[in-house]
């Protein structure tokens, strides 16, 4: 068996591998389905079997609203906001490239907030880290940095994103550190299911068409990226500074374009290649 260094040692390598999957499951579902109905079949997917799973094994459920509302709350901003934001600028023809380096300044601007939110200190080092990490995400992603067929919606989907991600990992960090990584993340899975049915509902067709292809992302974003990735990155903010942890978002457009190099043909050129080199560069020095 793995020991809990080993398994501290390996959760940010695995974390980054399974997220980086995020846009290549959403190019391959999205062709076929709306985003917020997308999102809500998978959130209902994702819950009911964390539900199950929760109860099978007794696990603790919230002791009081209070305890409740911060998981929910928290819940809404990584997955409803987050997810939602990048489904949606997507879905509005904003590149991928755009949409990495917009998320891009998260850790940037998390180790900004987490002074004043959490209490945590940058060194010089750190922050000479956080700039390298950032420039290096530029870098892996300038070629695919087109507006394109990008709307001022898409644009303030992506920006979105960025506030999900980042004000949802502090408040995860701060109120909801004890979380049951089964309970919790049902309650916080069932909740952005409401929201995104509320968002089909309003705004989309609702049609899905049942592919092969749309099958597969269905199954791998639910179990891969909202219950193994999450539940990591969770498992992280628990035990480290919130602005380490998350400079490793630095590395998932580098794995990405690694991804979409071997899966797709796309282009890796020496540009690409530096970037990725200095984002890990980044990633070390802030985690030194």
């Known amino acids: 068996m793995i ?3 080993g398994f501290i040692a390996a959760a940010p390598v695995l974390f980054v591998l399974l997220w980086s999957t995020g846009f290549i499951g959403t190019k391959y ?41 911060h998981i929910i709350i928290a819940g809404l901003l990584l997955h409803g906001v987050y997810v939602g934001g990048v489904f949606s600028a997507v879905s509005e023809g904003v590149s991928t490239g755009v949409i990495a380096l917009i998320a891009g300044l998260q850790p940037l601007l998390t180790a900004g907030l987490a002074g004043r939110l959490l209490g945590e200190k940058i ?32 644009m303030m989907f992506a920006v979105m994103c960025l506030i999900g991600i980042t004000f ?36 989309e067709t609702r049609e899905i068409q049942w592919t092969g292809e749309f099958i597969f992302a269905l199954i791998w974003l639910s179990l891969m990226l909202s219950i193994m990735a999450i539940s990591l990155l969770y498992y992280m903010l628990r035990i480290g500074q919130a602005s380490r942890v998350t400079s490793i978002f630095y590395l998932t457009p580098a794995v990405t ?17 530096g970037g990725i080199v200095l984002a890990g560069a980044g990633v070390a020095l802030i985690n030194r």
């Open 3 to 5: 020991s809990k260094s």
């Open 123 to 154: 060194s010089a080092v750190g922050w000479i880290g956080l700039m390298a990490g950032f420039v290096g995400v530029g870098m892996v992603v300038w070629e695919r940095l087109s507006i394109g067929s990008a709307t001022i919606t898409g």
């Open 168 to 203: 949802g990992a502090l408040y995860q960090k701060k109120f909801c550190a004890t979380l049951d990584l089964r309970s919790g993340n049902a309650i916080q899975l069932a909740a952005s299911a409401i929201l995104g049915t509320i968002a089909a509902v309003v705004f």
């Open 257 to 273: 374009s690694v991804m979409g190099f071997m899966i797709f043909g796309e282009a890796l050129g020496a540009l690409a290649i």
């Open 29 to 69: 579902g999205m062709p076929y389905v709306e985003p917020f109905t997308f999102l809500a079949v998978r959130f209902a997917i994702t819950a009911a079997a964390l539900t199950i799973l929760a109860v099978a094994m007794r696990a603790p459920w919230p002791a009081t609203w209070r305890e409740g509302g």
